[in-house]
């Protein structure tokens, strides 16, 4: 898995674009305090501007999918996309067609000849256990989380993403933090970043190697697309194992990736959020 696919120039040149509701090339050099020649490299050159960004009439540049809370066009990949909230107010059937809907506006096969709908309800029931879990065990509330199911960016052939689920916690921000940890008014302590968690799901019970390279494999690009105030998280969750929370490595590196079962995924987003503790 390459620690990279985008240098610092790149990244910051990206999340500026991503970040505003339009913005010039003289700009973005001034702000970053890059050259204008660099910049205007980067505009015409950059994989993940190439693919994802575009520059109208009046020379003002935008993203496709913004760098904000909510995230601004990342439904547009998404074979179905919402927060948490209206995931659980919505029934399963119809969940069930509006992501098939979905899923044929993006270019996703719907060939069920393997059980694929199947496995989207079996995906389904393990992340309506887990928001269950998550209220049992006293996590922060994720009524607005943004929740994507089939994720597919690959507009050109320079970024390719997939995810099975997306599931983004927002940062808390700095007051907030501060009273959560003091109880009380006080000054501000350091934000909690937000965090993406980048789901693979197999209706197995058995790690795989491969798979685990699978989960794992495009969370470079979603820390671009993202941007610096979300961790990306990948986990590969295998839904016929029980009692399952580990650790997997990843081919050709040092890094690891988590693998839960269905009932324990909950330890995923505690690893991270610390409702537990």
Sequence with gaps: MPSSVADANER???????SEDGVRARDV????????????????ASPFVRDLCYRDDAYLWYGLIGQTVPHHGLGEFCGWYGTVGEFLAQDRDAWLAEL???????GRNLNNARGLFHSFLD????MASLFSDLR???????????????????????????????????????AAAAAAATGAPGPAAPARPGYAFSLEFKMKDAID????????KYVPYLEVVL???YNVVAALVLTSARDLYTHARISRSTAEVSVASGDMLFNVLDEYLGFLS
């Design 136 to 174: 049992q065990l006293g996590s922060p509330d994720p009524t607005n989380w943004e929740l994507c199911f089939e994720l597919r960016i690959r507009r050109a052939r320079h970024v390719r993403i997939y995810a099975d689920v997306l599931l983004l916690v927002p940062p808390t921000p700095a």
């Design 227 to 229: 941007g610096p105030t």
């Design 209 to 216: 190697q491969a798979e685990a390279d699978q989960a794992a």
């Design 12 to 18: 910051a040149i990206y999340s500026l674009i991503c």
């Design 29 to 44: 050099a001034r702000r970053l305090g890059i050259d204008r020649t660099t910049v205007n490299r980067y505009l015409y």
């Design 123 to 126: 995906t389904h029931d393990t």
């Design 100 to 106: 098939k809907r979905g899923c044929a506006r993006i």
